[in-house]
């Protein structure tokens, strides 16, 4: 206040002051905002309604009512109160010093220690300990600018809002009285019991609770750090939605995708278009889908359309696809798991109890080895991988196919294959139109560093075999049953084979042996359903396939 204007209170207030009653006066040192009002003439007048001590007052053509101790007036339906009150009848304006208080149609009430009110278009300057509530949320900020019409304030020299356990701050901020928005910028941090939200621009509704992102943005959630520049998330509900290809980092994982859905109350998620899941733990795996529902606290997934599992070795990553791909953990399976090697039930590392299943359309590839079934299950408690209906697995030159085929892996590499029941091995022999077979009830084969190294057939073994001489050319067509036949193998090609027990069998020229002695019974050469390269079972856009 300049020292004029402190002159004339102090005067009038003087000779005006009841018996007994101290007057609250303004300070020299209190700051009026300087400004020229615009008159609406068709505005409402402010009336006074109470005070205990009031005067009137006429100087330079100005009426003034100077209004001291616990002051009510109003203007519609708007209430104003104050310590201390001048107010300009002339120019329909007034100035409230202590104790400030608006009351805006019961929805907002304001608090400050000054205002400055220019009645002809309701707006309202506050300084000093500025409080705007809500009935929810609660504002302070040192200075704010009321418009009581558009019930729209603002600050920009730093604001709090604190609404339950939740604290909002920034530079500047924008609130809306009819929708309970508000636009927090600059330097934007949102704390809460469960999150810590940083961003330049945010919207927050101090009623529904509801955080809508307008800038790029960090939700910070224990070691969790969602990064996003579109969308939403609760506070109270704990729901968010979120597009433009957010993501998420975790200790133990990284998740993007075009469009998420997480509900942190129940710890699940949905991901939606070109969504990517990377494991940063030492099972090393990422799957890749247009939909993935994730369970956090089950760890479970479900991924459909189009999705791609990658089990990450350091030279021969196996890709997994099908029509749908599930990951669970097996304690937690309610059907038991047929044994292969070791038990399932007893899991002593929990890294291990995980399991993957794929249903229909299964396709496998790697370097080494490519696969096909109906569906696929893969039990990280034993390393192995069982693929049902109709399997087929190739190496090489090499199919194997069988009622049911079970993959045993070593350091995500085969190790072993046991085929039960029709168990059918075909080689094809380089560029020709021949092909060493092997048939029998059960079939085992077993790797080295990912290579074929030795078959056996046990139950009614057969086998067709192509002997080569020394030069490479064939020698004949030995046709053999025993009850086992084994194959050795030498640079992925079948060198020697071994008869055990009832061997029956004939060796005959090549040209005098008839076409249908050249295969055995159940014969079926399925080359044209092999994968052949990783991009045939990557289905996705290329853009999906970049890592983050």
Sequence with gaps: ?????????????????????????????????????????????????????????????????????????????????????????????????????????????????????????????????????????????????????????????????????????????????????????????????ENNIITDTLEYNTYTQLTNFLSPSKII???????????????????????????????????????????????????????????????????????????KQKSTFLATESPLLLIKQKKDTLYIAADTLYAGKISDLKRKIPKARDSVGVITDTTLDKYFEAFHHVKIYSDSLQGKADSLFYSLSDSTIRLISDPIIWANDNQITGDTLYLFVKNKKPEQLYVFENAFAINKIDTTSYYNQLKGNKLNVWFEDGEIHKMSAKGNAENIYYPLDNDKNFIGVNHSNAQIIDVYFENTEPAKVVFKNQLVGKMTPLNQTPKEELIIRGFKWNENLRPKSKYELMRLPSQALKKP
């Design 1 to 193: 206040m300049n020292k004029w204007a402190f002159f004339i209170l102090f005067t009038i207030l003087s000779s005006t002051i009841v018996k007994g009653q101290k007057p609250i006066i303004p300070k020299q040192n209190d700051t009026i905002v300087s400004i020229t009002p615009q008159i609406n003439s068709g505005g409402k007048l402010i009336e006074f309604l109470s005070a205990e001590v009031y005067n009137v007052k006429k100087m330079d053509s100005m009426d003034y009512l100077i209004l001291v101790g616990h002051v009510k007036i109003r203007q519609g339906k708007t209430l104003l109160y104050g310590d201390s009150i001048i107010l300009n009848t002339t120019l329909n304006t007034l100035e409230d010093f202590g104790n400030v208080h608006i009351n805006d149609a019961d929805s907002v009430n304001i608090y400050a220690n000054y205002l400055k009110y220019i009645g002809s278009n309701k707006k309202a300057y506050l300084r000093k300990k500025v409080k705007l509530t809500d009935g929810k949320g609660v504002l302070t900020t040192d200075s704010l600018d009321y418009d009581v019409n558009a019930k729209l304030g603002s600050f920009k020299n730093g604001g709090k809002l604190v609404r339950n356990k939740t604290v909002l701050t920034s530079k500047e901020g924008l609130y809306y009285g009819e929708t309970r928005d508000v636009i927090f910028r600059k330097k934007v941090e949102l704390i809460d019991p």
């Design 221 to 295: 959630t224990g070691s969790r750090v969602i990064s996003t520049s579109n969308g939403n998330y609760n506070t109270g509900t704990r729901k968010g939605y979120l597009y433009d290809r957010s993501n998420i980092d975790d200790s133990t994982y990284h998740f993007i995708a075009d469009e998420m859905a997480v509900d942190d109350s129940l710890e699940m998620g949905e991901f939606k278009g070109n969504a990517i899941y990377t494991s940063k733990d030492t099972l090393g795996f990422d799957l890749m889908a247009n939909n993935i529902k994730a369970n």
